[in-house]
């Protein structure tokens, strides 16, 4: 957080509004965690369309994902857990299918 006591010119009330600061920060963190599972799902879904020649898989992996996402968006105790499950799913189709 910044220092407001060392700003000077400016009246900053006392009470600056830390928590929201805390909860935004958190809420990004949250985002960036989830968004990037998202993508990585997206990257290995592309894998088993080009590697596999699966692309029916891939699509269904990309659709779900996107659900998975939404899902640990909207639920904080399952988070970025979401969209690793299907990661794996989409790992272990590429590796041994």
Not at 22 to 51: D, H, K, P, S
Not at 69 to 76: D, I, K, R, S, T
Request: net charge negative.
């Amino acid at each position: 957080m910044a220092e407001s006591q060392t700003v000077s010119g400016h009246a900053y009330s006392p009470a600056m509004d830390g928590s929201t600061h805390e909860q935004t920060y958190r809420g990004f963190v949250r985002f960036v965690e989830i968004g990037t599972g998202v993508v990585i799902c997206w990257v290995l879904a592309l894998a088993v369309g080009g590697i596999r020649e699966a692309w029916l898989v891939a699509i269904l992996g990309v659709v779900v994902s996107g659900a998975a996402g939404a899902v640990g968006a909207l639920a904080p105790a399952v988070g970025w857990r979401a969209p690793l499950v299907v990661g794996v799913l989409l790992a272990l189709y590429l590796a041994f299918a």
